[in-house]
């Protein structure tokens, strides 16, 4: 009994770190697909806007910049992640 216990013990000691990288990896890519589906979205919602301001609504002015400062949130999401990682000394 106490020798399976020590083998399902070594077992998951081991396995663990790569189960991290593992999942630090899944992480990042997701991240990557978030950033770029957010910039899909801001695209079409630059378009959406724009064909407001086209038809000449009145909040049309206001769509576009909202648009426009959410495009650029969603870029700045990495560099303000990769700040945030440094300065509280992350890895």
Avoid at 12 to 39: N, P, V, W
Avoid at 64 to 72: D, R, S
Avoid at 76 to 88: F, Q, R
Wanted: proline share 0%.
């Amino acid at each position: 009994m106490r020798k399976k216990l020590k083998f399902v013990m070594m077992t998951f000691f081991i396995t663990t770190g790569a189960f991290a990288a593992s999942l630090k990896g899944t992480a990042d890519a997701l991240g990557r697909e978030a950033i770029q589906l957010g910039i899909a979205l801001g695209i079409l919602g630059l378009a959406i806007a724009g064909t407001y301001l086209a038809l000449g609504k009145q909040e049309g002015g206001q769509k576009v910049t909202q648009a426009v400062l959410g495009i650029l949130i969603v870029l700045m999401a990495k560099t303000v992640v990769t700040t945030l990682t440094s300065v509280t000394g992350g890895a």
